[in-house]
């Protein structure tokens, strides 16, 4: 990556910069690409779907209402990303597998870990904006991520 995240919001002002909630779990630390949503309540089944799916260097923003108490990624649904081609995730929640993700050409960053998995029962929502760390989340804007933040812009900034 040419970019980093205080470059671009020098570069761009108008760029919006999430909360520093955040911590990188993925064998990319610097990732970027067109927003995907899913909000995702206690259940990881639309964000495996659609890790199934090709990805097109997109980043799948996964709004799991900040719960703690079970990971929506892991592993295999990682492995599932890479190998469809999405540049990475943002997880508002939390991932397991940590040993494993930070092994894999993936960024993630989520809120924190936990061993527990989700229920699956087919909840969840595909493409609707979603909300949090401060920032409107909208499907088809831009996000890049580093080891210093998140941005969002409707446009591409690099």
Not at 4 to 24: I, K, M, N, S, Y
Not at 56 to 80: E, S
Not at 100 to 105: D, G, K, S
Request: net charge negative; proline share 7%; aromatic share 6%.
């Amino acid at each position: 990556m040419s970019w980093t995240t205080p470059d671009l919001c020098d570069e761009h002002p108008h760029a919006v910069v999430a909360q520093p909630l955040f911590r990188g779990y993925g064998g990319k630390v610097a990732f970027c690409g067109r927003i995907v949503t899913v909000r995702a309540p206690r259940d990881n089944s639309r964000v495996r779907e659609l890790a199934g799916t090709p990805g097109q260097g997109r980043v799948l923003v996964v709004d799991g209402g900040g719960a703690l108490d079970c990971a929506l990624l892991g592993d295999q649904i990682a492995a599932n990303a890479v190998d469809n081609g999405w540049a990475g995730l943002l997880i508002h929640g939390c991932v397991r597998d940590v040993e494993v993700l930070a092994t894999l050409p993936l960024g993630v960053q989520a809120l924190a870990a936990c061993p527990r998995r989700t229920d699956k029962r087919g909840l969840g929502e595909v493409d609707v904006p979603v909300t949090f760390a401060g920032v409107d989340f909208v499907p088809g804007h831009w996000l890049y991520a580093d080891g210093n933040g998140v941005l969002v812009s409707p446009a591409p900034l690099a």
